[in-house]
């Protein structure tokens, strides 16, 4: 398998905070995420939100486990997760969301489309993110959006980021080591010209899906399909961090025609943390107990 090198711009998404009580059934898997305030219920990371999304959307049972940045690598060598990319130096690279499976002897998953591909394979009577024949297609988009869009939209939120993390050594660690990697102050990363970066960058995507003239909305065909759900993660990303109602997510939502909005919308139903009853919302969350 050919290893993956991260570039500085992905390297955008911790020590591990209490989580609530669960029931005596408690949930099959357990998913790691790292803790924000950016909304009521914690949960910002785009990648982790990939996974939460095809969860929600199979309702499988799981619950959150919340850890901070500096305590990632720690965790997923604990839990024997393994990393989801390589450092230019050949150095492991850990990052959420990770996927336990307490019912099983197998190492934990990680990396979002390997682990929503397991998700698909280990619950073929939920409904279906892949359609037969798309995987390919997915991975060559999954690949293709994250380079692109996610590396656009890194140095825009990057500064956001920072600001809603939850405790100060978290914050501490990940200006540091995030501004090692931009070679510049987070604040000052934001520029016009990064803006029209991702405005060019959706608008590729925007002309192939407008090619295959199946949907005005989905990417790929008349429905949502995993390769919608990349989009959604990355996208739901910079609204939660710049707020529905700014100004720029206003802007983004309505490029393409508004196929951007309407994409993110699509998901409403499925934006959840662990029960239908924690919907995601603006607010400003308290940090759990250490």
Do not use: C
Request: glycine share 6%; net charge positive.
């Amino acid at each position: 398998m050919q290893r993956r090198v991260v570039s500085p711009s992905l390297l955008v998404f911790g020590r591990r905070l209490n989580s609530p009580t669960m029931p005596s059934n408690s949930p099959t898997y357990t998913l790691y995420d790292i803790p924000g305030n950016a909304v009521k219920h914690l949960s910002w990371s785009p990648n982790v939100w990939k996974i939460r999304i095809v969860l929600n959307y199979k309702a499988i049972p799981h619950k959150t486990e919340w850890v901070e940045f500096h305590d990632i690598a720690a965790l997923a060598q604990r839990l024997g997760a393994p990393p989801t990319a390589h450092r230019r130096d050949g150095t492991p690279f850990y990052t959420v969301p990770i996927l336990v499976d307490p019912r099983t002897d197998k190492a934990p998953l990680s990396d979002s489309l390997q682990i929503a591909l397991a998700l698909e394979r280990a619950h073929p009577d939920t409904p279906t993110l892949f359609p037969p024949g798309s995987e390919d297609a997915i991975a060559a988009l999954d690949a293709a959006f994250t380079r692109k869009v996610g590396g656009a939209l890194a140095p825009l939120l990057i500064a956001r980021v920072h600001a809603q993390l939850v405790t100060p050594e978290a914050r501490a660690y990940f200006r540091t080591s995030r501004e090692r990697m931009f070679r510049g102050r987070l604040e000052e990363l934001p520029t016009p010209a990064r803006w029209a970066a991702l405005r060019d960058a959706l608008a590729a995507f925007a002309r192939e899906a407008d090619a295959r003239g199946a949907s005005d909305t989905f990417l790929l065909g008349e429905r949502e399909t995993y390769a919608d759900v990349i989009a959604y993660g990355w996208l739901g990303w910079a609204r939660r961090l710049w707020g529905a109602e700014a100004p720029e997510w206003r802007e983004v939502g309505q490029w393409d025609g508004g196929r951007w909005g309407r994409l993110v919308d699509a998901f409403k139903q499925w934006e959840y943390v662990d029960v239908p009853s924690a919907l995601d919302l603006p607010g400003r969350a308290q940090p759990a107990k250490l």
